[in-house]
Each structure stands twice: as structure tokens, then as C-alpha cells.
């Protein structure tokens, strides 16, 4: 059995939606061990011992060497694409591969900012304040990765060959982008990610999340100096 230790819909869901796709009884199943972000818990937990910087996400499973541990979404993607399911990479000599690299890692910058943006519009409780000067440029920083990626939706998905792990790592981005951007200027994103939500593995993702606990308020603006 495959141990996910997880967030709900942090960057630990792109671990948790590739499992679906791979299929959970490949492992012999799935156990998912849930952190409360924002508390001590994590800190005091055992997410230490398979996480040097006790963040999720981290997986544990049994390997013929003996027990794995990993953290880093995009490592635990890459790791799990290519031993369970290499229909959903690329490999080294695939005239994609560069692009799928692309992409895997694109979604991880996207995702620093929206952690930063997290951080200041929603962790931050009175009497501290988020800095308006530093919203509005993180704001913009993270429109212009949605812009980048607007403009490389070429096809149905990310790769002209179809859907593969480097879409699974869109999952959290475009889940949690909208509380902070307004999304009418990305209408291929908008249908991109409806795409996505069409997907089985995803719906049963999701299913499994149930109602988001971590947002108080649909949208965050960029708060008045």
C-alpha cells in the first residue's frame, strides 16, 4: 500500500489525482494521511521523517530495496510516471520530452506564487496586515504565468500527443489560481481545466477531497493601501 501524507487540494493533490489515473489498486491500495496546514500539527507530526522540510506532499511505499520515501510534487510525479505509468510521461528519446519537462516545471512556479499569495491573504491573521505593494506585484506575476500558459494551449492538452502527468501537476494551480486572479481573460484555460474535471481519475480525486476548508471567501482582491 501506497502512504500519501497530504493537504487538502495543496500541491498534495497532484499526487492524489495521479494515483487515480495510475489506478490505486496498482499499489494494493491507498492510505491517506491528512495534515492540517496552518497548525502545529505538521511540525509535530512523523511528515518529518519522510519530508526534510515537513511539507507535503511525501509519499511511503514498499520497493524491492526496501521502503521509499519522497517528497517534492514534481519528483513524486516524474517518480511515479515512469515506474507505473510511462503512457502518461515522456521518455528520453521522445520528440516531446523537452516540452513535457517544460511543463512539469512551469506548473511549480505557478505554484511558489500561489503559496506566497496564500500566505499573505490567507494565513495572515490581525493585527498583521498583507502588504498591498507586494499582493498587487505577486498578482501580477502569477497573470503572467497564466498568460504563458493561455498562450501554449495549442491543443486539447498541454502536449500535441494527449494528456499526461504534466497536466496532472495544472491540477492544484488551477484549483486554487481563481481565488486570486479572475479568470475571464483565460477562456483556454477555462476549458482546460473543464476538461480536466470531465476526467474519471479526477472526478474521484475530488470525491475523495470533498467541499474545500481552506478558503474563506471566493475571491481574494488586492486589499487598499
Do not use: C
Not at 517518480?79 to 516540452?99: I, N, Q
Not at 493585527?127 to 495549442?154: C, D, F, H, M, Y
Not at 470531465?198 to 482582491?221: D, I, K, L, M, W
Amino acid at each position: 500500500m501506497i502512504k500519501l501524507h497530504h493537504v487538502q487540494y495543496g500541491r498534495s493533490f497532484r499526487v492524489l489525482w495521479l494515483l487515480e489515473e495510475i489506478g490505486v489498486e496498482t499499489f494494493g491500495g491507498l492510505e491517506v494521511i491528512e495534515h492540517r496546514i496552518g497548525t502545529k500539527e505538521m511540525a509535530d507530526s512523523e511528515l518529518g521523517r519522510v519530508s526534510p522540510a515537513v511539507r507535503i506532499p511525501a509519499i511511503e511505499m514498499e520497493t524491492e530495496t526496501g521502503t521509499l520515501a519522497m517528497s517534492e510534487s514534481g519528483a513524486i510525479v516524474e517518480y511515479l510516471t515512469e515506474r507505473f505509468a510511462p503512457s502518461l510521461g515522456r521518455g528520453v528519446d521522445d520528440s516531446e520530452r523537452a516540452a513535457y519537462l517544460q511543463w512539469i516545471h512551469y506548473a511549480e512556479t505557478q505554484a511558489s506564487l500561489i503559496e506566497n499569495l496564500n500566505l499573505q491573504m490567507v494565513f495572515l491573521r490581525p493585527p498583521a496586515k498583507p502588504s498591498p505593494s507586494v499582493i498587487k506585484l505577486q498578482v501580477a506575476r502569477l497573470k503572467q504565468t497564466l498568460r504563458g500558459l493561455e498562450a501554449g494551449l495549442q491543443h486539447e492538452w498541454l502536449l500535441e500527443s494527449g494528456f499526461s502527468a504534466a497536466d496532472v501537476m495544472q491540477g492544484f494551480n488551477l484549483f486554487a489560481a481563481p481565488f486570486f486572479v479572475r479568470m475571464d481573460e483565460f477562456p483556454k484555460i477555462s476549458a482546460y481545466k473543464a476538461r480536466m474535471e470531465q476526467r474519471a481519475a479526477h472526478q474521484r480525486s475530488v470525491a475523495r477531497e470533498g467541499a474545500q476548508r481552506f478558503y474563506a471567501q471566493s475571491f481574494y482582491p488586492v486589499p487598499e493601501a
